[in-house]
């Protein structure tokens, strides 16, 4: 990906992912990704951040993993919503 001629990549790892991406090496499906991007912090632990760019929707890697963590520690403290950490 380019953006503004700026190359979306960085040390070896992209540093931009696509929701199909995301999906592929975090293992949160493309549905709850739009649903972690609208929900309130009350709600899941926080909002996904992400950018759109024309249609196209990216996600930081360190906002993904970011996200995850916090995720993580939400659940913790809330043993209700231990289900699954992506449902």
Do not use: C
């Not at 090496?25 to 009350?42: A, C, G, M, T, Y």
Request: hydrophobic share 30%; aromatic share 18%.
């Amino acid at each position: 990906y380019f953006f503004k001629g700026y190359k979306m990549y960085s040390s070896g790892n992209k540093e931009y992912l696509t929701q199909e991406e995301v999906e592929s090496e975090f293992h949160i499906p493309v549905n709850l990704q739009k649903k972690f991007r609208i929900r309130s912090d009350r709600d899941y632990g926080g909002k996904l951040p992400y950018f759109k760019i024309g249609k196209q929707i990216l996600y930081k890697r360190s906002d993904v993993i970011d996200f995850i963590e916090e995720r993580k520690r939400w659940m913790s403290i809330n043993p209700q919503n231990k289900a699954s950490l992506f449902s």
